[in-house]
């Protein structure tokens, strides 16, 4: 927190006590299941959150037997004598004073009954850093970790080096919790890992509770805007400048004034020019599993969005699943941690992370489809021809079914890639479907045929998800689209229950993570399984993964930090 050292400590508790009544207001609620209070009981065991998050937790957890540590400074006295007036029974230590004292206090708190709860990157950082504390206190107590994931839909952040959350009157505090593995008590990485999991699934619902009816009439419009030749000149002004910016930033790092910096692993990117949809996740899942094929420990770096790290867990078993903003950092760590390859889902404009070989990925259903404007006035973040020249294998994707024009325009695109990279293998690939699979209890318990009656999905393009599943499935009579990883508002789940009637939902293995805990699991929930087919070029280009997968990072001086 901020230093209070010029306010009379006394005055200083009052204060905070003072601002306390506040969390009356706010509405804590589960990420899936936001329609509902959420007040959990924390069990007896040992808790894991971040520093920032300690205000709306503290007021969350008040009466709960649980102990704490706070530090030796002043801040960690204020922080003491406020917990202590909530019921916490609060030790005091931190990793640069008194710290084993402290452990060894919590200890004997969590022996007597009570649980633990602590901040793992307290009290002074880096931010989001754990350390070691947490495992130590598990190690000592012989018992498993639970994170805490926390976020609000609206609030102030003080300008602390934690960057300290205070919700909003009135806003909606998102909070999971998750064990962390099971059995014996898990180490520090492991537990960072989950922290930043459970914390972007909340993050992620607190973005959905902001912008919900926004985000849905703005993609929309826009969607309807892209399909015309001459979108709005608003709008290609904007265009303008976002590409004028864009392109300036990728000359920096051609200049080297931008600094590319090595994960310490091989690293191979796979992103695209378009705003989603181009199914670069399940090419990365893809990739992974050439890898592992071969023999490799592949990591799979991206954003954080949970429904993509779900989806990346079941298509690539095996390979180490990262979700984190910083995709240096995050590379680095799985460099420390064992991974011998690296791979980045939707990094082709990252460039602050050097790559060992670049895979872009061109939406052939865009291309075909959109005004091919640069963004917001159309799907691109950048004009794809000069892209083509900074990759070294393009990947020609698409969701709509394979028809003799549609080889046609693949060919000519083909060839138009060919003269403007010379050299650069080129692959063509469909996106298809499998069987309907059953993901709930209702599903699995139906007898005959799946005869879904609603599609329901929030992804980038719902229409090609639509075609697809009408054809898979005649049953299809209702269909809903949410915005992209967006979850359905209590009025349109209920009407999504109703259409759904006893045949059930069919959606995406991307969507049933965020969809599956809002619905009953009698409700039949069926997914519609993605397959690639590659039509072209694909061994070409499997031949340079495995080869930059394998080889020696030829790094320059420039990106040698």
């Not at 005055?11 to 509902?36: C, E, I, M, Q």
């Not at 102990?67 to 030790?91: F, K």
């Not at 300036?248 to 790092?253: A, D, I, K, S």
């Amino acid at each position: 927190m901020l230093s209070a050292r010029r306010i009379p400590l006394g005055l200083a508790v009052r204060l905070v006590r003072a601002a306390l009544p506040v969390s009356r207001t706010w509405r804590f609620r589960h990420p899936d299941d936001p329609g509902r209070p959420y007040r959990p009981r924390l069990k007896h065991e040992i808790h894991a959150c971040w520093h920032e998050h300690l205000l709306p937790l503290t007021c969350l957890f008040a009466g709960q037997e649980l102990a704490t540590l706070a530090s030796r400074d002043r801040d960690g006295e204020i922080v003491s004598r406020v917990l202590r007036s909530l019921g916490y029974d609060v030790a005091r230590g931190s990793s640069t004073r008194g710290g084993s004292a402290g452990f060894r206090q919590l200890a004997r708190s969590f022996a007597s009954g009570r649980g633990v709860i602590l901040t793992g990157d307290g009290p002074r950082g880096p931010r989001r850093s754990l350390k070691d504390g947490t495992a130590r206190i598990a190690a000592l107590a012989e018992r498993s970790v639970t994170v805490v994931g926390v976020a609000a839909s609206s609030g102030l952040r003080l300008p602390s080096w934690d960057r300290f959350l205070i919700p909003a009157p009135g806003a909606t505090v998102f909070v999971s919790l998750a064990p962390v593995g099971e059995g014996d008590a898990p180490g520090t990485e492991q537990i960072q890992v989950a922290l930043e999991r459970e914390v972007a699934r909340c993050e992620q619902a607190a973005r959905e509770a902001r912008r919900i009816p926004v985000r849905r009439s703005l993609e929309h419009r826009l969607r309807s805007q892209w399909r015309r030749p001459r979108p709005a000149l608003p709008l290609r002004g904007l265009g303008r400048i976002y590409g004028g910016l864009h392109d300036g930033r990728h000359r920096l790092y051609d200049l080297g004034i931008l600094a590319t910096r090595s994960a310490g692993i091989p690293v191979i990117s796979v992103g695209g020019v378009t705003a989603g949809g181009s199914g670069k996740t399940p090419l990365a899942a893809c990739i992974a599993r050439t890898l592992l094929e071969a023999g490799h420990g592949p990591a799979i770096l991206a954003r954080g969005y949970p429904d993509e790290l779900e989806l990346l867990a079941h298509e690539a078993p095996g390979a180490s699943i990262r979700g984190q903003q910083d995709r240096l950092r995050s590379g680095r760590r799985a460099a420390a941690e064992g991974a011998t390859v690296a791979i980045i889902d939707d990094g082709f404009q990252h460039r602050r992370l050097f790559r060992d070989l670049d895979l872009l990925v061109l939406d052939r259903d865009a291309l075909r489809r959109t005004n091919r404007e640069r963004l917001p006035a159309g799907p691109f973040r950048e004009r794809w021809e000069r892209a083509v020249v900074r990759a070294d294998a393009i990947l020609i994707t698409g969701r709509e079914p394979w028809t003799a024009e549609l080889s046609r325009f693949d060919g000519e695109l083909r060839v138009r890639c060919g003269s403007l990279a010379p050299g650069v293998p080129v692959a063509t690939g469909v996106f298809g479907y499998g069987p309907l699979e059953a993901v709930s209890a209702g599903a699995r318990a139906w007898s005959g045929p799946p005869a879904p009656r609603l599609a329901l999905t929030g992804i980038m393009k719902p229409n090609l998800f639509f075609a697809q599943a009408g054809a898979a499935c005649a049953s299809v009579r209702e269909r809903l689209a949410l915005s992209d990883h967006g979850i359905p508002s209590p009025r349109e789940r209920t009407g999504a229950i109703r259409a759904a009637g006893r045949g059930g939902v069919l959606t995406t293995r991307k969507d049933l993570s965020r969809l599956r805990p809002l619905f009953d699991p009698g409700l039949p929930i069926w997914v519609l399984p993605e397959t690639l087919t590659w039509k072209a070029g694909w061994e070409d280009v499997r031949r340079l993964i495995l080869d930059a997968a394998s080889g020696p990072n030829d790094r320059d001086s420039a990106a040698g930090g």
